[in-house]
């Protein structure tokens, strides 16, 4: 990252941490609009980051908390820094920080006499694991003064998306340097996305509002995120867009720093929520259509296109984008020989392509996800005030 983007600074009139992510993220409120900031900190080691954390959430995000002395007490102990470490991924199965989520005891972590307080304790294992994931994960990144990696991942995504004209569908993102809470602060902003979410919503609901015009914007997502390698894109990191009758005709991302996104891997078979495949095994799309604007942008992307995503990503990185985007395109020219109506105008989207997908014939697609699958996010938390 060989740029830094100096931000005019605005009145802000509140800040509030949303927890329960990968990054610990920021939300502002300010007569100029809400936008979300998450923070590149100064790169520490494992154990000055940890200490960090807990004071950064007792001084901000619970500075009134009454468990702050026993827990920081027992943060001394090498056994539970030890555990903190080793906490491990809430979407891996069997990791110690499933089984502190299933059980709620924060025992299981070496922490006793807290009982009147869990639901303080819980937020805080959120965000002092996603100080940790992110000074992990920072080996990753070119910068090693700030902890880039997520930052990388959210500029080089907005990068791909305005090269295939989906950056409608994304936020606007901003690498920063900013004022915030009394301290200068470097950082990804994010604008606020419209539109609204669908995880209270039942699969009978959902699949009511779903509209044709729906599946051209998911299977333009389905697309986007193999190239980049994304693997976050669910149903709880998008909202939805109603038209005037109220149903469902596209989809606004707001997450875009997935871990996953511009790994050394060619291609990624695994998906969320038990997605298939988006290439199946006669190697074309595994979709019944695209939207045809989005499909003439990426057949005509060349590998100079993609120069500027060398002050993001190192070599192999590089590599393993072009091999996924390479492998994507060569789906795309096997769909288009297949289906003389693959490539689809805004018009040409019909509730038999909807149909389609919904009945499983292309496996379990994102649209099919959408309707199916949801799950909650953690709560929120207030932030520190000057």
Same mark, same amino acid.
């Given at each position: 990252?060989?740029? %830094?983007?100096?931000?005019?600074?605005?009145?802000?009139?509140?800040?509030?941490?949303?927890?329960?992510?990968?990054?610990?993220?920021?939300?502002?409120t300010s007569p100029e609009g809400v936008y979300y900031f998450k923070e590149s900190k100064e790169h520490l080691s494992l154990d000055e980051t940890l200490d960090r954390a807990a004071k950064e959430f007792f001084d901000g995000v619970e500075p009134k908390s009454l468990i702050k002395d026993?827990?920081?007490?027992?943060?001394?102990?090498?056994?539970?820094?030890?555990?903190? *470490?080793?906490?491990?991924?809430?979407?891996?199965?069997?990791?110690? #920080?499933?089984?502190?989520?299933?059980?709620?005891?924060?025992?299981?972590?070496? #922490?006793?006499?807290?009982?009147?307080?869990?639901?303080?304790?819980?937020?805080?294992? /959120? /965000?002092?694991?996603?100080? @940790?994931?992110?000074?992990?994960?920072?080996?990753?990144? !070119?910068?090693?003064?700030?902890?880039? #990696?997520?930052?990388?991942?959210?500029?080089?995504?907005?990068?791909?998306?305005?090269?295939?004209?989906?950056?409608?569908?994304?936020?606007? %993102?901003? *690498? %920063?340097?900013?004022?915030?809470?009394?301290?200068?602060?470097?950082?990804?902003?994010?604008?606020?996305?419209?539109?609204?979410?669908?995880?209270?919503?039942?699969?009978?609901?959902?699949?009511?509002?779903?509209?044709?015009?729906?599946?051209?914007?998911?299977?333009?997502?389905?697309?986007?995120?193999? @190239?980049?390698?994304?693997?976050?894109?669910?149903?709880?990191?998008?909202?939805?867009?109603? !038209?005037?009758?109220?149903?469902?005709?596209?989809?606004?991302?707001?997450?875009?720093?997935?871990?996953?996104?511009?790994?050394?891997?060619?291609?990624?078979?695994?998906?969320?929520?038990? %997605?298939?495949?988006?290439?199946?095994?006669?190697?074309?799309?595994?979709?019944?259509?695209?939207?045809?604007? *989005?499909?003439?942008?990426?057949?005509? @992307?060349?590998?100079?296109?993609?120069?500027?995503?060398?002050?993001?990503?190192?070599?192999?990185?590089?590599?393993?984008?072009?091999?996924?985007?390479?492998?994507?395109?060569?789906?795309?020219?096997?769909?288009?020989?297949? !289906?003389?109506?693959?490539?689809?105008?805004?018009?040409?989207?019909?509730?038999?392509?909807?149909?389609?997908?919904?009945?499983?014939?292309?496996?379990?697609?994102?649209?099919?996800? #959408?309707?199916?699958?949801?799950?909650?996010?953690?709560?929120?938390?207030?932030?520190?005030?000057?």
């Open positions: 990252m060989k740029t %830094v983007a100096v931000l005019t600074s605005f009145p802000v009139v509140k800040l509030e941490h949303i927890l329960g992510y990968t990054n610990n993220v920021v939300r502002i026993r827990v920081l007490a027992a943060l001394q102990y090498n056994h539970v820094r030890e555990k903190f *470490f080793s906490l491990g991924n809430k979407a891996e199965e069997g990791s110690l #920080f499933n089984r502190y989520l299933e059980s709620n005891d924060p025992t299981i972590l070496g #922490f006793k006499d807290i009982d009147e307080e869990k639901d303080i304790f819980r937020p805080l294992v /959120f /965000f002092v694991s996603a100080e @940790i994931r992110a000074q992990r994960m920072n080996i990753y990144a !070119n910068n090693k003064e700030l902890e880039t #990696f997520g930052a990388i991942r959210s500029l080089g995504e907005d990068f791909m998306a305005k090269l295939l004209g989906f950056d409608y569908a994304l936020p606007k %993102v901003e *690498f %920063v340097k900013m004022k915030l809470a009394c301290k200068i602060r470097y950082g990804i902003l994010s604008s606020e996305v419209m539109g609204e979410s669908i995880c209270k919503l039942t699969p009978r609901e959902r699949l009511a509002k779903t509209s044709p015009l729906l599946l051209k914007d998911m299977s333009s997502l389905a697309i986007f995120d193999a @190239i980049c390698g994304d693997k976050d894109h669910t149903p709880n990191n998008y909202h939805v867009v109603r !038209n005037e009758g109220g149903l469902f005709v596209g989809i606004r991302s707001y997450d875009n720093d997935s871990p996953s996104a511009f790994s050394q891997l060619s291609y990624f078979q695994k998906l969320p929520l038990g %997605v298939a495949p988006l290439i199946n095994e006669d190697g074309a799309l595994n979709l019944v259509g695209v939207d045809e604007d *989005f499909a003439n942008r990426l057949q005509t @992307i060349e590998e100079k296109d993609l120069e500027p995503l060398n002050d993001l990503l190192n070599e192999d990185e590089m590599k393993a984008l072009l091999k996924r985007l390479a492998k994507v395109k060569s789906a795309l020219e096997k769909s288009k020989k297949a !289906n003389p109506n693959f490539l689809k105008k805004e018009a040409d989207w019909t509730i038999d392509d909807l149909r389609e997908e919904l009945m499983g014939n292309h496996g379990k697609s994102y649209i099919k996800s #959408f309707v199916d699958d949801c799950y909650y996010p953690e709560g929120k938390r207030s932030y520190d005030k000057c």
